[in-house]
């Protein structure tokens, strides 16, 4: 049985990760947030400790280390996206692999710094990157590598989830701490593309704005055209008629790509995979994080060349702001 802590625990994602861990039988330490509703530890680890404060949280495992000798394993990292590099390192100094999620760091060179971290103490530094072991992309993939070398897929990938006005006064809203759209909810996409269809040779982006974004990528083996949002609006009708806020569709070469299940226990595979030393490490992350990187610095081209069908949708204000 191994000792987890984990950063985050009042998050969105957090509960996946408190399952993963019960679900491979370890155990939760202690847990940190600077927000206290965390409940939802009482379905996974009600004696584990919890803290709102980091000094006490490290003087807690500080302790746990020289008075009673338990040591820590593994620190799960489930912070807002421009906090992941410190609370990486922050595990590392604890003596623990760190497992974060997505996007692993919000910038290329935090990779190669943490590299230098990791080699120096020794842990390893572990990215949940579920979609690759989704049955249907691990299928895809399998299509893929025995499809001939010299085959190029045309893709289409359009990805909606709609955000109410909160998003844009919560830490996403703020591009300097989530990265902006396509980081935020398209880098587990982007990491997938690349995993299937190999180095990124091209990449224009037509829109960015507060709520949406659109662009262009050229694999070694696939054109991707993708389009990302969280604007209700751009949702297609047979979508809104249905009461369904979420829309997720990629065809390949005009073949839909079901996945819109198996997703339930992804992360314990991801977690069973860590624990086995089979997981995905730094360089396994880095090119999706270079990839949302390139988009989040690109100046937008407009809608010239080929382009995604819904990059033409009208552009809307931001619920905040007067344009």
Request: aromatic share 12%; charged share 25%.
């Amino acid at each position: 049985m191994k000792n987890f802590a984990l950063i985050g625990a009042s998050g969105y994602i957090a509960p996946r990760h408190l399952k993963a861990i019960k679900e491979t039988n370890n155990t939760l330490i202690a847990a940190l947030d600077r927000f206290d509703s965390v409940g939802i530890m009482d379905s996974y680890f009600p004696n584990a400790n919890f803290f709102t404060e980091p000094e006490r949280f490290d003087r807690h495992l500080e302790k746990l280390k020289y008075e009673k000798g338990v040591l820590l394993d593994y620190v799960s990292v489930c912070t807002p996206n421009y906090l992941h590099d410190s609370h990486i390192r922050m595990a590392l100094r604890r003596g623990a692999d760190a497992i974060c999620e997505k996007p692993l760091v919000l910038n290329p060179w935090n990779i190669d710094a943490l590299q230098k971290m990791e080699k120096e103490s020794g842990q390893r530094i572990w990215n949940i990157l579920q979609l690759r072991l989704h049955p249907s992309i691990i299928a895809l993939k399998a299509k893929v590598d025995a499809a001939p070398k010299d085959k190029i897929f045309d893709i289409d990938l359009t990805y909606l989830t709609s955000r109410g006005n909160w998003y844009y006064t919560s830490w996403k809203g703020d591009s300097s701490k989530s990265g902006g759209i396509a980081t935020n909810i398209g880098v587990h996409f982007f990491d997938m593309l690349a995993w299937i269809f190999g180095d990124v040779e091209k990449s224009v982006v037509h829109v960015q704005t507060h709520d949406r974004a659109s662009g262009y990528l050229e694999f070694k083996r696939a054109r991707v055209l993708w389009f990302l949002s969280i604007n209700y609006d751009v949702l297609p009708e047979k979508i809104k008629e249905r009461g369904q806020r979420t829309y997720r569709s990629i065809t390949i070469e005009g073949e839909e790509l079901e996945f819109s299940s198996g997703f339930t226990d992804l992360h314990t595979k991801v977690y069973q995979d860590i624990l086995n030393d089979k997981g995905c490490g730094l360089e396994e992350a880095r090119q999706a994080v270079e990839i949302v990187h390139e988009i989040r610095n690109a100046q937008p081209i407009g809608l010239k060349g080929e382009y995604h069908t819904f990059a033409k949708k009208a552009q809307a204000s931001h619920p905040f702001y007067k344009i």
